[in-house]
């Protein structure tokens, strides 16, 4: 394995060539779309140890977090849920890094990494919090050590780099991974991010996902370069691998991982995939985007491709996809029922953990408004009517 | 009770902290070997190292944005930013970020980060170097806004800033770092009055002076100055502009019924416009005058050999003084 800080393993990308929504042979894949398994001199070592039972365990979790996509969607469309970032298409690259985690390690998201945050255990419920407009988090953090979504593109960059000085600090051997997408890379908080990372080796986890579009913007109105060749001048070593190939994912994460562990500083991995659906449910990606190429991407579908690996090796019985499937169905309805069910948040919430300690200002416009609702007789009463106009 | 330096004593205050606390990291440009250029983390890394006093690459949004992760990880960073116009690179991580992410989080995480600001103008430096940018984080809710005018608030107040959970903006009025004052360095922080207090200085029944940070010491002066003139001038200093500690102004408001405040920053939209309309909601029946800003205008900072016809000086505000009286001042005659 190569530590070389200002070149790429495994991938080798010529410096600078190749338009960075392209993809090509140029990216470390093991599973080809057609489902077929490619050995790699170095990356086959990073995946050794993946049984046929735990590639059958990925083949669940993808199509579970696609079923939770899916009925958040419907969710959105029913009025149950204001907004939803789908991550159709995506499955891989979040799968593949997630499972690679330990549970020690940190994770600092957008708000589109829900397969990780599945990964990471979270509460379905918690997962709808934000999009049903109850909370501005959803989560304790530290519970499934993993922060809540981040909208602020490539802010949590900086967070990431700053949890893994502290692990430095504290000698343990966890890791900060942040993740972010194409559109992320032109902000200054990500570059700064790289910088100080690189500056003090801290142990993080730059997981770029390239899915080619900011909302409506092509990832080359972001970068003349490939993503992966921005990190080497920052002096971090890169990887670019197929996104939608949950082995090769997963073979870079660990291998960034385990750099990070042993003290050898950040990588930067950009998954090349696709934003299958809109940016959220209030995008309409037919103004901006060919219909060609969301078919050339159904091609390459992380989920067909896996599930082409299992039937190559026998292993995509009847068994294993009903037993998907009914597992997929039960995750779905769990969701809904914990979204429908959401306890409503009270109009005194609002002032809430503000501050953690006592503030003078505050109390007094939260005495004053519960005054204003106390006069209405009925407070829920009164909050509803101003609500409804 | 020791003679330091106002630096020297944010130095002892830090060091006590660091000294206290495990977690207590500090971030900044150019503190550790140097000392930070106003000397105030001076020796810090050499007794403490480069893990807990690190030398930052040149990039705010970064030192600010790390220090959120930091505090996530458990510890308290304490930031400096090098000078008050440095700060807007780290202005959405502190805005967006650090003020809210114990809201954002139901109160699950906390940001014990401390963000020093040497700020305020009158030392001859080229623009971006004098600003007083406070109104901007104390419109923002969840973060503290605090200011020291004097050598033994400003060791106790960061070390109180720094044990405080919630994120707090300390502004160092910089033009004062090398006036001295007693200090007693053996004074527990806790059992200090808490920053978010305000401060009566004088006992006066004519007038309310409020000020904070540089211009306490121009309103100490001008208070002098006026008894001279047999008015007598009641100066608060506000120490905590987030929240404003408002019952000791309403109390010596309406017991002199006139009150004037300054500041250096602009004044539409700052300190001094908030202060007049809470002094004003509280106090309307006891006010005898309309209240009165003496301010820094609303330009940006001036080139420096005419900053001081922008910062507020003992007679600008004396001027003041007299406008709340009624007495003859330079705006007689005009109305509105």
């Known amino acids: 394995m190569s530590t070389d800080q200002t070149g790429h393993d495994g991938a080798n990308t010529p410096q600078g060539a190749g338009n960075p929504g392209e993809t090509g042979p140029e990216f470390l894949q093991l599973v080809t779309p057609a489902g077929e398994r490619i050995s790699h001199p170095e990356f086959d070592f990073w995946v050794r140890d993946v049984t046929d039972d735990q590639l059958c365990s990925l083949f669940e979790d993808m199509t579970v977090i696609r079923r939770i996509d899916v009925e958040a969607t419907a969710l959105q469309r029913q009025g149950e849920l204001a907004l939803w970032p789908p991550l159709l298409g995506q499955e891989a690259a979040q799968i593949g890094s997630g499972r690679s985690l330990r549970a020690d390690d940190f994770v600092f998201s957008s708000y589109r990494e829900n397969g990780v945050a599945y990964c990471r255990g979270v509460d379905l419920t918690d997962l709808l919090r934000v999009w049903r407009g109850n909370a501005s988090g959803g989560w304790d953090p530290y519970s499934i050590n993993m922060a809540t979504p981040q909208i602020i593109i490539g802010a949590q960059t900086l967070h990431a780099t700053g949890y893994a000085m502290g692990i430095q600090n504290d000698g343990a051997d966890a890791v900060a991974v942040t993740y972010f997408g194409d559109g992320a890379t032109s902000e200054g908080d990500v570059n700064e991010a790289m910088v100080f990372a690189a500056s003090f080796q801290a142990p993080v986890v730059f997981f770029c996902t390239n899915n080619h579009w900011a909302i409506s913007e092509p990832v080359r109105l972001q970068s003349h370069i490939q993503l992966a060749d921005r990190a080497s001048g920052f002096g971090i070593p890169s990887l670019r691998v197929d996104g939608n190939d949950v082995l090769a994912v997963m073979a870079a994460t660990r291998l960034a991982l385990d750099r990070a562990r042993r003290g050898g500083g950040p990588t930067f991995i950009e998954a090349v995939s696709y934003r299958m659906g809109p940016h959220t449910t209030a995008d309409d990606p037919t103004r901006y985007r060919d219909a060609n190429e969301l078919e050339d991407w159904a091609a390459k579908d992380p989920i067909s491709r896996l599930a082409g690996l299992l039937e190559r090796k026998g292993l995509l019985t009847a068994e294993l996809q009903q037993q998907v499937k009914d597992k997929a169905d039960t995750v779905a309805s769990q969701m809904r029922r914990g979204c429908t069910t959401m306890p409503e948040p009270q109009a005194m919430d609002i002032f809430k953990h503000v501050y953690s300690t006592p503030n003078s200002w505050l109390e007094r416009q939260q005495d004053h408004y519960a005054r204003y609702l106390a006069s209405f007789g009925d407070p829920a009463g009164a909050v509803s009517e101003e609500g409804a106009r | ?336």
Do not use: W
């Not at chain 2, 020297?8 to 000294?19: H, M, T, V, Y």
């Not at chain 2, 003992?314 to 509105?336: F, H, K, Q, T, Y």
């Open chain 2, 1 to 336: 009770m020791t003679q330091l330096t106002f630096a020297r004593a944010i130095n002892a205050g830090l060091r006590k902290s660091l000294e206290n606390d495990s977690k207590v990291v500090l971030l900044g440009e150019d503190i550790g070997a140097l000392g930070g250029v106003f000397r105030v983390t001076d020796g810090l890394q050499k007794d403490f190292g480069t893990h807990r006093v690190v030398d930052t690459p040149l990039a705010e949004s970064a030192i600010v944005g790390t220090a959120v992760g930091l505090a996530y990880r458990g510890y308290r960073p304490v930031v400096e930013i090098q000078f008050d116009g440095f700060i807007y690179p780290a202005f959405d991580q502190i805005v967006s970020q650090v003020a809210k992410l114990h809201y954002r989080t139901g109160g699950a995480v906390r940001m014990p980060i401390t963000i020093r600001v040497p700020f305020g103008g009158g030392i001859g430096s080229p623009e971006h170097h004098s600003e007083s940018p406070e109104a901007y984080f104390t419109h923002t809710s969840g973060l503290r806004v605090v200011t020291v005018a004097n050598p033994q608030d400003a060791y106790t107040v960061i070390q109180q800033a720094i044990a405080c959970d919630d994120p707090v903006l300390y502004f160092e009025p910089k033009r004062r770092y090398h006036d001295k004052g007693e200090v007693d360095e053996s004074a527990d922080p806790a059992s200090a009055p808490p920053m978010d207090k305000a401060r009566v200085l004088t006992d006066g029944n004519d007038v309310t002076l409020v000020a904070y940070g540089p211009l306490v010491k121009t309103a100490l002066d001008a208070a002098s100055a006026a008894a001279d003139e047999g008015i007598s001038i009641e100066v608060i200093d506000l120490r905590s502009l987030a929240p404003v500690d408002y019952e000791p102004v309403v109390a010596s408001v309406r017991k002199t019924g006139r009150l004037v405040i300054t500041h250096e920053a602009a004044q539409s939209g700052g300190l001094g416009a908030e202060v007049a309309a809470s002094i004003t909601e509280r106090c309307f029946y006891h006010l005898e005058a309309a209240p009165v800003r003496v301010t820094g205008f609303d330009i940006p900072y001036p080139y420096s050999k005419l900053e001081m016809h922008h910062l507020p000086g003992l007679d600008r505000i004396l001027d003041g003084v007299d406008r709340a009286l009624g007495r003859p001042n330079s705006l007689s005659g005009l109305e509105g």
